[in-house]
Every structure is written in C-alpha cells, then in structure tokens.
C-alpha cells in the first residue's frame, strides 16, 4: 500500500481500541487499529499532519462514533481506494456492497467479482483493507461462516459483527 506524505490525520478512541483515521485533502484515505496488521509504519504516520479539524476527518469521527453507538450502519464519507492496486480496489469496492447486519463468504464474494478461482487473492485482498469498518471487511466469514482473517484481529471483528446484529434490533422503549 502507497500512502501519500502528506496526509491529514487524527486518533480515535473507541470502545475496541485505539484508532488513526488519515485524509487527503478530500478524501478519507485510511483508517487502523493502532495494533492492526497492515496498518502503516511509524516512520510513515510520522510525517502526516495532526489535523483533527480537518473537515473529511471531523466528519469520518463523527459516523464512526455514531456506529459504535448503535446510530449508524451506513457510512457517506468521500473514499480515496488508490492506495492499493486495481485489483484490491476491486475487492475493496464490492465490500461496500454488503450491507450492515449481512455477510459473506470469501468464496461468494469472489463469485460477486467474476473471479471463483481467485478465493485467496480476494482473502488477501480483503485483509489489505485501509478502510476499517467504513468499507466492511469484517463482513466476510469462512466457508462454513467461521470468522477468519481480520487484520484487526478475531476479536474485533466478532465485536462489530454483534454490534450490527445489535443495531438491527429495534431498541425497547
């Protein structure tokens, strides 16, 4: 993954961690669990700017904090999937597809994408995600609907599985 220097970035806390969020100056271009793997280098987050102000990362703080409060499944933030080649770009894209409270196995998203014989290039494809939870790779399963490959680590993703499955229930009054 090639990240621009100059991006704009801010922390997170949330109740699963720690998160950086980045920015170009119109786009949300990354956002990472401070332990995830794939995530990028201190040397390379060294020479973003802090710039919790900025306009793309105030709003991307906002709807994340409103889905980790049950408020919001769907994410409206400009996205910048350059970062990776067109073939994660691809992959990346048709994760959006899927909705909140949904999954999918590596095997038929691979299916979505016309490729049925390219599984593990679409696993490692998806496990390259810049865009944690915004583009929802932790909506892909196993075959069996095992949880499997998230960067973030299983835990996590267990954690925001349950959270959609809880936001879909109507809360009682």
């Not at 892909?140 to 998230?150: E, I, K, Q």
Request: charged share 20%; with cysteine.
């Amino acid at each position: 993954m090639k990240l621009p220097a100059d991006l704009h970035c801010t922390e997170l806390s949330t109740p699963l961690g720690q998160m950086r969020v980045a920015a170009t100056d119109d786009a949300l271009v990354g956002v990472w669990f401070h332990d995830q793997r794939h995530a990028p280098d201190a040397a390379v987050v060294q020479r973003w700017k802090p710039n919790p102000a900025h306009p793309v990362l105030r709003e991307a703080r906002q709807q994340l904090l409103a889905y980790f409060t049950r408020q919001r499944t769907v994410f409206d933030l400009p996205l910048d999937l350059s970062t990776g080649t067109p073939f994660q770009r691809a992959v990346w894209q048709a994760l959006r597809g899927i909705e909140a409270g949904h999954t999918l196995s590596y095997g038929a998203l691979a299916q979505r994408l016309d490729a049925p014989s390219a599984v593990r290039a679409v696993a490692a494809a998806v496990g390259r995600n810049p865009l944690s939870i915004v583009v929802p790779c932790h909506r892909v399963l196993g075959a069996r609907g095992d949880l499997t490959g998230y960067a973030g680590g299983l835990p996590r993703k267990a954690a925001l599985l349950q959270l959609e499955a809880d936001a879909a229930q109507p809360l009682l009054a």
